[in-house]
C-alpha cells in the first residue's frame, strides 16, 4: 500500500507540533524516576517549556507574518531578542540564590551561633535562564528556518507551474498556427483536383474529413501515440498523391514494428506539408523520401525532396518551419537534433529526438 505524499506546505505545521510533543513528553519518559514520577520537577519543566511555546507562537503567527515577511527583518529580529533576553532575565532574578543575613543584636543580646551546616552539593548543569535562553533561540530559530524553507518551497513550485503553463499555452498557440497553414494547402490541393476529377476531389474531401477529426479532437493533447501519428501522415500521403502523377517518386519507409511509445502532436508535418509544396516539379521528374526510424530510444525523422532550380532555396522557410522549430525548443530544450541541408537540388531534414 502506498502512503500518501506529504505535501510541502503541510510541513511546517506537522513538524512543529511533533517536535512540541517530543519536548513535553521527554521529561516523563526519559527522566530519573528512582522512587516514581517526580511530577513536580516536570510541572517545573512544563511551565518553563509553556513560555517557550507561546514565544514560539508568538513568532509563528504575529512576528514573522506581520515583521518579517513584510521586509522589516531588523524590527524582526530585535522584537525576537528582546523578548528572549527580558523573559531570561526573569528567569535569572527568580532562581538567583538570596544573600545571606547578618546576625543582629537583639535587645541587647548577640543571637547565639547556629551550627554549621554545610550547603548542599550543587548540581553540575547549565543554569536554569541559560537552558531557557539556549532553548529559546534554537526552537525560533528551527521555526524561522522551517516557515522560510517552506514559503522558498511553495514560490519555487508556483514558479515551475507558471513555467510549464507558459510552455503549454505557447504550444497551443504554435499549433493553432500549423492547422490553418495546412488546411490551406489541401484545401488548395482539393480545388486543383476539381477541375482535373471529380470523383478524386471527393474522395480527398473524404480523406480530409479523417484527418481534421485528428486535428481538432486527437492532437489537443501534449502527446500522441507514434502510431496514431504515422497513420496520419500515410492518410496526408495518400492525399497529395491524387494530386500528382507518377513522374513523382513519393515514398515512405516505417520502421517493421512500431513501438508503444508517444511524440508531441503534428511534430513532423510541417516538414512534410514543405516537401510537397517545395518538392515536387511539373517539368521533371521530382521526389519525396519519407524516413522514420527507432533507435536507442529515439526517433529519427528523415525528409528528402527534389527542388527545382526556380525554387531553390538557402534555408528553411514558411510559417510551418518556424514554427516547429519554437516547438522543439520549448518540448526538448536542447535535447534534439535538427539538422536542414540543401545541396545538389535536394532539400533535406533530419529530425532526432528522445522519445
Do not use: C
Request: glycine share 4%.
Amino acid at each position: 500500500m502506498q502512503l500518501p505524499k506529504l505535501k510541502v506546505k503541510n510541513l511546517h505545521y506537522l513538524l512543529p507540533v511533533l517536535v512540541w510533543l517530543l519536548i513535553f513528553t521527554a521529561p516523563v519518559f526519559l527522566g530519573e524516576h528512582r522512587d516514581g514520577v517526580n511530577w513536580s520537577h516536570i510541572f517545573r519543566i512544563w511551565r518553563e517549556n509553556s513560555i517557550i511555546l507561546i514565544i514560539f507562537l508568538l513568532n509563528r503567527f504575529i512576528l514573522l507574518p506581520k515583521l518579517f515577511f513584510q521586509n522589516r527583518k531588523l524590527p524582526y529580529l530585535l522584537s525576537v531578542v528582546s523578548i528572549i533576553f527580558l523573559i531570561s532575565l526573569a528567569f535569572y532574578i527568580q532562581n538567583k540564590p538570596p544573600k545571606p543575613v547578618n546576625h543582629v543584636r537583639i535587645h541587647g543580646d548577640i543571637e547565639p551561633p547556629k551550627p554549621f551546616i554545610p550547603p548542599p552539593p550543587r548540581k553540575s548543569g547549565i543554569p536554569p535562564f541559560a537552558n531557557f535562553f539556549i532553548m529559546s533561540i534554537l526552537i525560533i530559530g528551527f521555526d524561522t528556518g522551517l516557515v522560510f524553507y517552506t514559503k522558498w518551497m511553495e514560490a519555487e513550485k508556483n514558479k515551475l507551474q507558471a513555467e510549464k503553463e507558459s510552455i503549454r499555452n505557447k504550444m497551443a498557440f504554435l499549433q493553432s498556427q500549423i492547422s490553418p497553414h495546412f488546411f490551406m494547402n489541401t484545401l488548395n490541393n482539393i480545388h486543383a483536383l476539381i477541375d482535373i476529377n471529380t470523383n478524386q476531389a471527393k474522395k480527398a474531401i473524404v480523406q480530409l474529413s479523417r484527418l481534421m477529426d485528428y486535428m481538432l479532437y486527437e492532437s489537443n493533447v501534449d502527446k500522441v501515440t507514434l502510431k496514431k501519428e504515422i497513420e496520419f501522415v500515410k492518410s496526408y500521403i495518400e492525399l497529395m498523391k491524387l494530386r500528382f502523377t507518377k513522374n513523382v517518386d513519393i515514398q515512405l519507409s516505417l520502421p517493421a514494428t512500431i513501438p508503444s511509445v508517444k511524440i508531441p502532436p503534428l511534430l513532423t508535418i510541417p516538414f512534410i506539408e514543405n516537401a510537397f509544396k517545395h518538392g515536387v516539379s511539373y517539368q521533371r521528374p521530382s521526389f519525396i523520401y519519407i524516413i522514420f526510424q527507432i533507435k536507442d530510444n529515439r526517433l529519427l525523422f528523415i525528409v528528402q525532396n527534389s527542388i527545382a532550380k526556380q525554387q531553390k532555396r538557402q534555408g528553411p522557410s514558411g510559417i510551418g518551419l518556424k514554427n516547429v522549430q519554437h516547438r522543439l525548443d520549448a518540448l526538448y530544450g536542447k535535447d534534439y537534433i535538427l539538422d536542414i541541408t540543401n545541396k545538389d537540388d535536394v532539400f533535406q531534414v533530419i529530425l532526432e529526438v528522445p522519445l
